[in-house]
């Protein structure tokens, strides 16, 4: 059974860099018919979708959030990484990592079904 | 595509059937997915495909609608089913949620 698992620092200095790692276990990252996503909540709010990564390395990202984010994937580690730039106390939140059913047909990626399999989040608190 | 759902919150009682609505603001076709969210937890797929239950989920979800208007149905609320509901756009390669309904 696969399980997500997140990392990374609780707290970070606002204008720095947030990185964080979701470590996958009970699968291998590299399959093509899965992408690998990361969501986020700010308290009391509701859920908003950053982006995702397939094993081809192919990326999406939420348009809003594109300027400062990139999303990496090490299949070596079997494990994919989130990194938002230029963080502000707006971005405190609690980050999950998420798998869903998709693949690509050479520059086309799909994934039409959802995210069936999440970590169980990461608070990061924006402060300095 | 921005998602809309309706109401944002409903009280309802156990044994109580639950309607849901969801909007999206063009056609998705089927690509339209419910998400169940308990407080201090990870969201739980439910419904993929608008009406596809997912794996160990329930028979009393139930999810329907195509183009922009979905509804997730509970056929007859158990105490655990008091949670955030939210719905989910995968048709765009930039997916979308709802801003969710608390059932309580």
């Known amino acids: 059974q696969v399980q997500l698992q997140e990392s990374g620092p609780g707290l970070v200095k606002p204008s720095q860099t947030l990185s964080l790692t979701c470590s996958v276990s009970?699968?291998?990252?590299?399959?093509?018919?899965?992408?690998w996503s990361w969501i986020w909540q700010p308290a009391g709010k509701g859920l908003e979708w950053i982006g995702r990564?397939?094993?081809?390395?192919?990326?999406n990202y939420n348009p809003s959030l594109k300027s400062r984010v990139t999303i990496s994937i090490d299949t070596s580690k079997n494990q994919f990484s989130l990194r938002l730039s230029s963080v502000t106390a707006a971005d405190t939140a609690v980050f999950y990592c998420?798998?869903?059913?998709?693949?690509?047909?050479?520059?086309?990626?799909?994934?039409?079904?959802?995210?069936?399999?999440w970590g169980q989040g990461t608070t990061v608190s924006v402060s300095s | 595509i921005q998602m809309t759902q309706s109401p944002s919150s409903l009280s309802a009682s156990v044994g109580d059937s639950v309607t849901i609505s969801c909007r999206a603001s063009?056609?998705?076709?089927?690509?339209l997915n419910w998400y169940q969210q308990k407080p201090g937890k990870a969201p739980r797929l439910l419904i993929y495909?608008?009406?596809n239950l997912q794996s160990g989920v329930p028979s009393r979800f139930g999810g329907s609608g195509s183009g922009t208007d979905f509804t997730l149905t509970i056929s007859s609320l158990q105490p655990e089913d008091f949670a955030t509901y939210y719905c989910?756009?995968?048709?765009?390669?930039?997916?979308?949620f709802g801003p969710g309904t608390k059932v309580d």
């Open positions: 063009l056609s998705i076709d089927t690509y």
């Open positions: 990564i397939y094993s081809s390395g192919a990326t």
């Open positions: 009970g699968g291998s990252i590299s399959s093509g018919s899965y992408f």
């Open positions: 998420a798998r869903g059913p998709g693949y690509c047909s050479g520059p086309d990626c799909y994934g039409y079904y959802g995210m069936d399999v």
């Open positions: 495909g608008a009406s």
């Open positions: 989910q756009q995968s048709y765009s390669s930039s997916f979308t």
